[in-house]
């Protein structure tokens, strides 16, 4: 039985705490409320995860940290270097390997589908705190001062998630009212259901041909978003969705007074063209398949139905 700490407690963080835990491993969820899933097997503490030495004595023992945290997004460029570094120094004084949650925002724009061999070419802030992140956990691995990996993926699906489909377009349509997207609706995109982040990011943690390397979570075909919120509304039996595109001014004007949709005009190359990811390389060498997009968006839909649902 090992033990395997798990900071933050988000959909993918909670996943892999289950994962773990039902398969008869120990597993401490550290968050700063001390929340984390129910589980006789999870220890739920509650803890500042960029106080390194704290961190570092709760890792004692470990087998691996998983770093499944999240930062605001306009405040990553000040959040995530403090909780990166309390991160990796608490791998290196524990010995236990680093697994971190990652995403594809270190590749800046790109031509083509994403593999772990794009260069981390980011342009925008966020961007660059993502690739920096890595490019300390790899010269930390390399100086054979840690074990580290890194798991990728694109937007999340699954219960609970935050992305521009699930907060901004699925809600609106299921209540039959129209989504106004900064996006093109047909363009194919990524999507990753969290529990195959989970999923890979145990795997990685437990198989020494995953460290000193990133890995990018299995992923379904991509689909767009006027797929799936045509989907979305067909599981829940709802009318056909009513989607309409923001031109860029509009959003760009938006940033004007919500520091969240300033920072994430620097993303917009993501929704406003292609965005694919390739993840054959994991599901060939560690035999994971990506769940069905189906399947995933159902589970995203009744969550929102719950969610929306009056108690």
Same mark, same amino acid.
């Given at each position: 039985?090992?033990?395997?700490?798990?900071?933050?407690?988000?959909? *993918?963080?909670?996943?892999?705490?289950?994962?773990?835990?039902?398969?008869?491993?120990?597993?401490?969820?550290? +968050?700063?409320?001390?929340?984390?899933?129910?589980?006789?097997?999870?220890?739920?503490?509650?803890?500042?995860?960029?106080?390194?030495?704290?961190?570092?004595?709760? /890792?004692? %023992?470990?087998?691996?940290?998983?770093?499944?945290?999240? !930062?605001?997004? &306009?405040?990553?460029?000040?959040?995530?270097?403090?909780? !990166?570094?309390?991160?990796?120094?608490?791998?290196?004084?524990?010995?236990?390997? #680093?697994?971190?949650?990652?995403?594809?925002?270190?590749?800046?724009?790109?031509?083509?589908?994403?593999?772990?061999?794009?260069?981390?070419?980011?342009?925008?802030?966020?961007?660059?705190?993502?690739?920096?992140?890595?490019?300390?956990?790899?010269?930390?691995?390399?100086?054979?001062?840690?074990?580290?990996?890194?798991?990728?993926?694109?937007? @999340?699906?699954?219960? %609970?998630?935050?992305?521009? =489909? +699930?907060?901004?377009?699925?809600?609106?349509?299921?209540?039959?009212?129209?989504?106004?997207?900064?996006?093109?609706?047909?363009?194919? &995109?990524?999507?990753? @259901?969290?529990?195959?982040?989970?999923?890979?990011?145990?795997? /990685?943690?437990?198989?020494?041909?995953?460290? %000193?390397?990133?890995?990018? !979570?299995?992923?379904?075909?991509?689909?767009?978003?006027?797929?799936?919120?045509?989907? !979305? /509304?067909?599981?829940?039996?709802?009318?056909?969705?009513?989607?309409?595109?923001?031109?860029?001014?509009?959003?760009?004007? %938006?940033?004007?007074?919500?520091? =969240?949709?300033?920072? #994430?005009?620097?993303?917009?190359?993501?929704?406003?063209?292609?965005?694919?990811?390739?993840?054959?390389?994991?599901?060939?060498?560690?035999?994971?398949?990506?769940?069905? *997009? $189906?399947?995933?968006?159902?589970? +995203?839909?009744?969550?929102?139905?719950?969610?929306? $649902?009056?108690?």
């Amino acid at each position: 039985m090992s033990l395997h700490v798990i900071v933050g407690a988000g959909p *993918v963080g909670s996943a892999a705490a289950q994962l773990l835990a039902e398969r008869g491993d120990r597993v401490r969820v550290v +968050t700063r409320s001390g929340s984390g899933p129910e589980h006789p097997a999870v220890e739920r503490v509650a803890a500042d995860a960029t106080d390194a030495d704290a961190l570092a004595r709760l /890792c004692d %023992g470990a087998a691996a940290l998983h770093n499944c945290a999240a !930062a605001p997004f &306009h405040r990553w460029a000040t959040d995530w270097p403090p909780l !990166a570094a309390a991160l990796l120094g608490a791998a290196e004084r524990s010995g236990a390997v #680093l697994v971190t949650a990652a995403n594809l925002f270190g590749y800046g724009p790109v031509e083509g589908p994403m593999t772990e061999q794009t260069p981390l070419a980011a342009t925008g802030v966020q961007g660059r705190v993502r690739a920096g992140i890595w490019r300390d956990a790899l010269a930390a691995h390399e100086a054979g001062r840690v074990r580290a990996t890194e798991v990728r993926s694109s937007d @999340y699906l699954g219960a %609970g998630t935050q992305s521009l =489909l +699930t907060v901004q377009v699925l809600p609106r349509v299921l209540a039959g009212r129209r989504a106004s997207v900064p996006a093109d609706l047909d363009a194919p &995109h990524s999507w990753t @259901y969290t529990g195959d982040v989970a999923r890979t990011m145990v795997a /990685c943690a437990d198989d020494e041909r995953a460290w %000193g390397r990133p890995w990018h !979570a299995p992923t379904a075909p991509p689909v767009s978003i006027r797929d799936l919120a045509t989907r !979305a /509304c067909a599981q829940a039996g709802a009318p056909a969705p009513r989607l309409s595109v923001m031109p860029g001014p509009v959003f760009w004007l %938006g940033g004007l007074t919500s520091p =969240l949709v300033r920072a #994430l005009r620097e993303t917009q190359y993501q929704f406003r063209r292609p965005f694919v990811m390739d993840s054959t390389t994991t599901t060939t060498t560690f035999a994971l398949e990506p769940t069905p *997009v $189906t399947d995933s968006l159902r589970e +995203t839909v009744d969550h929102l139905a719950r969610s929306a $649902t009056p108690r």
